[in-house]
């Protein structure tokens, strides 16, 4: 395999382990967030309890989400210097905004919210769940908007072989980042909605003692991924109109218009194979609409059957295809993310510098070295992380440590 490919493996299977973290983690912050609302509000202790044990949940994904993108960080150093050094100066700023007033601030906050169970005023801890949710989708909008910018350069001046930026406006408010971070939000609560409602159908199938509680995660679960999914397919058919003309030919596959983008790309770059890799955007693409179809035919009919209780606490092949369904969306949301960047190629800043440019000048034995190194490292922390959500999820919400009062503790008074 060329050192290139291998690079771009590297860089694909780290990065797409990690997005699979953070779409779990902006989902659930979310579910988390309107049922602490709910049980703010009505004092009801079952909404109560269903914060504790999806809150646990949630901070066990995004502890490891943290480690993964901590150690995928030192990719950009390690495989794409070239990169750095002609495009860190402007899309670099938007991923300085994300650590420092995202980042920052989210993990601040939800240290205070798991640390502050019992201690603070309900409204002061409420509060601190929806910071750390809109923080969470901050972080997200600035990751977006880097990655917009490599698909759509703009607001950047040429100067000395680097680029400047001149216009920060211009780059918050490009298409290409805009509408891919609505989609890629909705599409977080679709993954969150899925895993809530595949978990309480778990234990719903099981005939668990807690059908009250687990009754209620399910109905939140899908009735929030029926309207998300729709969402999703929307944003996702907006960013069409936001798409480079070799992507849409290769995604069309029609050789009249394949032949017309690279006439197209040889006038203004010169001689070259200037179209991506055709199959990878069209079976990408492909599985990513199909799945979308799987998902809203789950969740419509799932809507309705959810509206009756004795379906509800005795369907068991409802329950079982839930469960099954709680893969879909993290698959959906791989396929959609290799449809993104598969359609970007051969170019790292589209238009500007080809991915081949923006390697790092390593040798082939240490970019064989790195894979090995990441591919372990983030195989573990997949594995760890699915091992503990498992088992904390099968525990069910009486092994929840997330808020559990000591038993020698005083009950404080609630303030009203």
Not at 27 to 43: E, P, W
Not at 152 to 161: F, K, T, W
Not at 247 to 269: D, H, I, T
């Amino acid at each position: 395999m060329h050192i290139e490919d291998l690079a771009r493996l590297q860089f694909a299977l780290t990065a797409g382990a990690h997005f699979l973290f953070v779409a779990l983690t902006l989902g659930l912050a979310t579910l988390v967030a309107v049922v602490q609302t709910r049980a703010t509000i009505s004092g009801n202790p079952v909404h109560l309890r269903m914060t504790r044990f999806w809150g646990q949940l949630y901070i066990i994904n995004y502890a490891m989400g943290i480690v993964t993108g901590l150690v995928m960080e030192f990719q950009l150093g390690l495989s794409w210097s070239g990169l750095t050094e002609f495009a860190g100066d402007v899309f670099g700023a938007a991923l300085a905004l994300e650590t420092l007033v995202a980042f920052f601030i989210e993990s601040t906050f939800l240290g205070l919210w798991i640390f502050g169970w019992n201690k603070l005023n309900r409204w002061a801890h409420l509060a601190l769940i929806w910071v750390v949710t809109l923080t969470a989708y901050a972080s997200a909008f600035w990751i977006l908007i880097a990655n917009g910018f490599l698909q759509n350069p703009v607001g950047h001046v040429l100067e000395g072989g680097r680029l400047r930026l001149t216009d920060f406006g211009a780059m918050v408010a490009n298409p290409a980042a805009q509408v891919a971070f609505w989609h890629v939000l909705c599409g977080a609560l679709v993954v969150g909605g899925f895993f809530m409602a595949g978990v309480s159908a778990y234990h719903l199938r099981r005939r668990t003692a807690e059908q009250d509680f687990f009754r209620k995660s399910l109905r939140l679960g899908m009735g929030v991924a029926l309207p998300a999914t729709f969402l999703t397919a929307t944003f996702g058919g907006l960013g069409f109109d936001t798409m480079q003309p070799a992507k849409v030919a290769a995604w069309a596959g029609s050789p009249e218009r394949l032949a017309e983008a690279q006439a197209e790309m040889v006038a203004r770059f010169g001689p070259g194979d200037w179209l991506p890799p055709v199959a990878w955007v069209q079976t990408s693409g492909t599985v990513m609409m199909g799945l979308f179809a799987l998902m809203l035919a789950v969740s419509g009919v799932s809507c309705l059957l959810m509206l009756f209780r004795p379906v509800v606490r005795g369907f068991r092949l409802w329950h079982w295809l839930l469960m099954l369904m709680i893969p879909v969306p993290f698959v959906a949301m791989l396929a959609g993310w290799i449809f993104r960047e598969m359609g970007r190629q051969p170019w790292a800043v589209y238009g500007l510098l080809k991915t081949s440019d923006a390697m790092s000048p390593v040798t082939e034995g240490q970019m064989l070295f790195s894979v090995s190194a990441f591919v372990t490292v983030f195989t573990v922390l997949s594995v760890v992380n699915y091992w503990l959500l498992a088992r904390q999820a099968r525990l069910g919400p009486g092994a929840v440590a997330l808020g559990d009062r000591p038993i020698d503790a005083p009950v404080p008074v609630p303030s009203f």
